[in-house]
C-alpha cells in the first residue's frame, strides 16, 4: 500500500497561505526552510550591513538606541551586545490563559516567514532554529495577554525570543520544560542574540496574524456548516425551497449570496416539485439566511488578502535595506490590518450566530414549527408532559448568542497612547483577534446545538404519514450524524454530545461543499 507524504510547508521567499499556516498548526504539515545558497545569501547580507555599520559607530533604533522613547539614549558599542537580551527580558510580562499549541504553531509560522523576506537584519541560524522548533514541536509558553498591536506583539513575541535563548519554559512532548533543558537534551547552544535580533523577533505582527489564520479558517467552515444546518432546518420546519431559486437571486448578484443559495439549492433539490406551503413566505431566519450568510461568504477574499499580506511581509522595525546600504526607520509594526479583519470578522460571526438561534427558537416553539412537538420532544403521549426535549439546549443558544453579539464590539477604536506617549496609536489588534476566536467560539456552540436540534426535527418530520424523502445531500447528512446523535425520546443530559458534536465542528469532520 503506498503513502503519501504531507507536503512541507516551506519557508523562505515564496509567499504562504493561510490553509499552510493551518495545516502546520494543526500539525497535519512538515516544515522546512528553503536552503538554497542564493537565498541564504539574501539573509546574510542583512546581518553583514548591520555589523558593518557597527563598526562605522552608525546610529540604528534599537541597536545602538534604547528602545521607543527611549531611542534619544544612545548605547555605547560596548553595551551593544547585551541590549537584545534586556529587550526580552523587561517584556517578559505577559499575563492571562497560554496560547493553545495549534495557536503557538501558528504564531511561530508567521513570525518565521515574515523574517524570511530578507530585511530584518537577522542570521540564518536564527531563521534555521526557528524552523527547528517547529519541526520538534517545541512551543514557547506564550501568554495571550499583553499586546496593544504596535510596536507589533511585543510583550507575546518576547517569550519567543527568550525561549530562542534557552531561558523561560517551553511546551515539549506533553511536558513543561525549560527551554534550557530541552536544549541541553538536544545537543543545542542557545542562541545569543546579535544586535537587531531580539527586536526583529518580537516588533512585529506575528502573534495577531496567526491567530487571524486559525479564525479565517474557522470562519470559513461555519460559513458552510451554517448553510448545511439552514437546508436541514427548511425541511423541519416545512419552509419554501424558492426562496433561494435562481432567477431570484440573479435580481441581485452578490457572488458570496449567491453561492449560499446555490448550496440550498442542490442541498434542497429545488428543482423537484414542492410540496404544498404553510406559508407563503417564510420567516426571516430563513427566508434571509443567504442574504446572512453571504455577507460572511463575500468577505472572506477580502480577509483573506489583509491576512496573507501581512502573513507574507516585513513587519518590524527598522527594515534593513542591505543591497542600498539604508536602514529605513518606519512603523511596519501597526497591526491595522489584522484590527480591521477581525473585528469584521467578529461582527459576522455574530450575525451567523443570530441566524442559528432565531432558527432554533422556531423549532422549538409549537407556535411556529408547523406542528413539530413542542421542545422537540420525541417522547410518547404517555410521558410527553414530563419530557422538555431541546428546552434548555435553546436557552444556552441565546446565552452563546448574546454574548457572541456583545462581543462584536471592535477592539481597534480603543487605541490608548502608551509608552510615554511614543506609541500614541496603537491598533489593538491582538486584542481583536482573541475577540474573534472567542466569537467564533461562540459560534461553533450555537452552530452545534442548533446542528443537534435540526437532526432532531427532521427525524420527527420524517415520521409524518405524509413524509418526503430527503435531498440525497441531507439524506447522507442525516446518516452521518445518526452514527453519533440518536434522537432524543426521553430526556437526556445533552454535553456530552455538544462537545463530540464541537469536535466534530472543529476538525472539519463533515465534507459539506466541493
Known amino acids: 500500500?503506498?503513502?503519501?507524504?504531507?507536503?512541507?510547508?516551506?519557508?523562505?521567499?515564496?509567499?504562504?497561505?493561510?490553509?499552510?499556516?493551518?495545516?502546520?498548526?494543526?500539525?497535519?504539515?512538515?516544515?522546512?526552510?528553503?536552503?538554497?545558497?542564493?537565498?541564504?545569501?539574501?539573509?546574510?547580507?542583512?546581518?553583514?550591513?548591520?555589523?558593518?555599520?557597527?563598526?562605522?559607530?552608525?546610529?540604528?533604533?534599537?541597536?545602538?538606541?534604547?528602545?521607543?522613547?527611549?531611542?534619544?539614549?544612545?548605547?555605547?558599542?560596548?553595551?551593544?551586545?547585551?541590549?537584545?537580551?534586556?529587550?526580552?527580558?523587561?517584556?517578559?510580562?505577559?499575563?492571562?490563559k497560554l496560547l493553545e499549541p495549534a495557536a503557538t504553531r501558528a504564531v511561530l509560522a508567521a513570525r518565521l516567514q515574515s523574517l524570511c523576506q530578507g530585511v530584518s537584519g537577522?542570521?540564518?541560524?536564527?531563521?534555521?532554529?526557528?524552523?527547528?522548533?517547529?519541526?520538534?514541536?517545541?512551543?514557547?509558553?506564550?501568554?495571550?495577554?499583553?499586546?496593544?498591536?504596535?510596536?507589533?506583539?511585543?510583550?507575546?513575541?518576547?517569550?519567543?525570543?527568550?525561549?530562542?535563548?534557552?531561558?523561560?519554559?517551553?511546551?515539549?512532548?506533553?511536558?513543561?520544560?525549560?527551554?534550557?533543558?530541552?536544549?541541553?537534551?538536544?545537543?543545542?547552544?542557545?542562541?545569543?542574540?546579535?544586535?537587531?535580533?531580539a527586536l526583529a523577533l518580537m516588533n512585529g505582527t506575528a502573534v495577531m496574524t496567526g491567530l487571524a489564520c486559525l479564525a479565517f479558517s474557522r470562519a470559513d467552515y461555519l460559513?458552510?456548516?451554517?448553510?448545511?444546518i439552514t437546508a436541514l432546518n427548511v425541511v423541519a420546519l416545512q419552509g419554501n425551497p424558492e426562496h433561494f431559486d435562481e432567477r431570484l437571486f440573479a435580481a441581485k448578484p452578490h457572488p458570496g449570496q449567491m453561492q449560499v443559495a446555490a448550496w440550498l439549492r442542490a442541498d434542497l433539490a429545488i428543482d423537484a416539485p414542492t410540496a404544498p406551503l404553510h406559508r407563503l413566505q417564510d420567516r426571516y431566519s430563513l427566508r434571509c439566511a443567504p442574504h446572512v450568510l453571504g455577507v460572511l461568504a463575500d468577505s472572506l477574499s477580502w480577509l483573506r488578502q489583509f491576512i496573507e499580506i501581512e502573513l507574507n511581509s516585513a513587519n518590524d522595525n527598522p527594515i534593513i535595506d542591505a543591497e542600498a546600504e539604508r536602514v529605513l526607520h518606519g512603523g511596519h509594526f501597526y497591526g491595522g490590518h489584522i484590527a480591521f479583519a477581525m473585528d469584521s470578522l467578529k461582527n459576522l460571526v455574530a450575525n451567523v450566530a443570530d441566524l442559528l438561534d432565531r432558527q432554533l427558537a422556531l423549532l422549538v416553539d409549537s407556535r411556529y414549527n408547523h406542528g413539530l412537538p413542542s421542545n422537540l420532544s420525541g417522547a410518547p403521549a404517555a410521558t410527553a408532559m414530563i419530557n422538555h426535549g431541546f428546552k434548555a439546549v435553546q436557552i444556552g443558544t441565546s446565552a452563546w448568542t448574546a454574548e457572541a453579539l456583545k462581543n462584536s464590539l471592535p477592539a481597534s477604536v480603543f487605541s490608548r497612547s502608551t509608552e510615554c506617549h511614543n506609541q500614541d496609536k496603537v491598533s489593538m489588534g491582538t486584542i481583536a483577534a482573541r475577540d474573534a476566536l472567542r466569537s467564533l467560539e461562540l459560534c461553533e456552540q450555537v452552530a452545534a446545538a442548533t446542528l443537534l436540534a435540526a437532526n432532531q426535527g427532521v427525524w420527527l418530520r420524517g415520521h409524518e404519514a405524509e413524509a418526503r424523502p430527503l435531498p440525497a445531500p441531507l439524506a447522507s447528512m442525516r446518516a452521518q450524524l445518526a452514527e453519533d446523535f440518536p434522537p432524543v425520546i426521553e430526556d437526556r443530559a445533552l454535553e456530552a454530545e455538544l462537545r463530540l458534536c464541537l469536535t466534530h465542528i472543529r476538525s472539519r469532520h463533515w465534507r459539506l461543499y466541493a
Open 223 to 228: 460559513l458552510q456548516l451554517a448553510t448545511r
Open 122 to 197: 537577522v542570521r540564518i541560524e536564527l531563521l534555521e532554529r526557528l524552523q527547528a522548533f517547529l519541526a520538534h514541536d517545541i512551543l514557547p509558553l506564550i501568554p495571550e495577554e499583553g499586546s496593544v498591536g504596535a510596536s507589533g506583539d511585543l510583550t507575546p513575541l518576547s517569550y519567543v525570543a527568550a525561549t530562542l535563548a534557552g531561558e523561560r519554559e517551553v511546551l515539549w512532548r506533553g511536558e513543561v520544560r525549560s527551554a534550557a533543558e530541552v536544549h541541553a537534551e538536544l545537543d543545542w547552544q542557545p542562541l545569543t542574540l546579535r544586535p537587531k535580533e
Open 1 to 96: 500500500m503506498t503513502t503519501h507524504q504531507p507536503e512541507a510547508v516551506v519557508f523562505g521567499e515564496r509567499p504562504l497561505s493561510i490553509e499552510q499556516v493551518v495545516s502546520l498548526a494543526q500539525q497535519h504539515s512538515p516544515t522546512q526552510l528553503q536552503s538554497d545558497s542564493a537565498f541564504r545569501q539574501c539573509i546574510a547580507k542583512g546581518a553583514q550591513f548591520l555589523d558593518s555599520l557597527l563598526d562605522r559607530e552608525g546610529v540604528i533604533y534599537g541597536v545602538t538606541t534604547g528602545y521607543g522613547d527611549s531611542c534619544v539614549v544612545a548605547v555605547p558599542l560596548e553595551h551593544v551586545e547585551a541590549l537584545p537580551r534586556h529587550l526580552f527580558t523587561f517584556h517578559g510580562c505577559g499575563l492571562g
